[in-house]
């Protein structure tokens, strides 16, 4: 008689912040983020993607962009393939004044409930030739993802020639609500519940 239906579902809830980056000549940038999740993940709450203020290296300073922007994401799924991911794209302003990539990054949500400050390492695409690098300097248009989701795709990553430059610190708080039901546990072996409810 008493018979209670279990959830349907897990959730996810991510909030935090993109704090600040350290790129190597770069004094003036902002951010572009995304949230990638598999087919089978439900967005409930939040904005799947965004763009920062700008932000400039004060005179003096360490080289420090800083940002403090909010993240805040809600995500059901009952399959844990596809867990979310955060790409971000920098984009500076070169000596002309024109806006261009200064790294791409991508990171998984961790994946048990917890704060978690997190450096993000950036990339950028480097061009496929000497004469597609001599173009790209002299027209201005160094070389750039045409899909803005290419970093969280694991087909054809092998073959892109990159070049690292930078990072970007993340802090994300994360909970999660469910997920023992479905028979998930966190990295440490301790049941999802007992995570949750500390």
Same mark, same amino acid.
């Given at each position: ?25 770069? /004094? @003036? =940038?902002?951010?572009?983020? #995304?949230? %990638? ?8 709450? +939040? ?30 799924? /009952? @399959? =844990?393939?596809?867990?979310? #991911?955060? %790409? ?8 002309? +004044? ?101």
């Amino acid at each position: 008689m008493g018979d209670t239906i279990g959830p349907s579902s897990f959730t996810i809830l991510a909030t935090g912040q993109i704090e600040c980056a350290q790129i190597p000549s770069c /004094t @003036n =940038a902002y951010l572009k983020f #995304q949230f %990638v999740a598999g087919e089978d993940w439900q967005l409930l709450d +939040g904005l799947e993607e965004g763009i920062t203020q700008a932000a400039r290296v004060p005179e003096g300073r360490d080289g420090v962009l800083v940002w403090n922007f909010p993240i805040d994401i809600t995500y059901k799924t /009952t @399959n =844990a393939f596809g867990w979310p #991911q955060l %790409v971000v794209a920098v984009y500076g302003l070169d000596i002309f +004044g024109r806006d261009v990539i200064k790294g791409y990054g991508c990171m998984h949500l961790p994946m048990s409930a917890g704060r978690y400050n997190l450096t993000l390492r950036l990339f950028r695409p480097r061009s496929a030739s000497a004469l597609q690098s001599f173009t790209s300097w002299l027209t201005g248009m160094p070389a750039e993802f045409s899909d803005p989701k290419f970093p969280s795709y694991g087909e054809g990553r092998e073959v892109t020639r990159v070049q690292s430059g930078g990072h970007v610190k993340v802090q994300i708080n994360l909970l999660t609500k469910d997920m023992d039901v479905f028979g998930y546990v966190d990295g440490s072996g301790r049941d999802m519940a007992t995570v949750t409810q500390m």
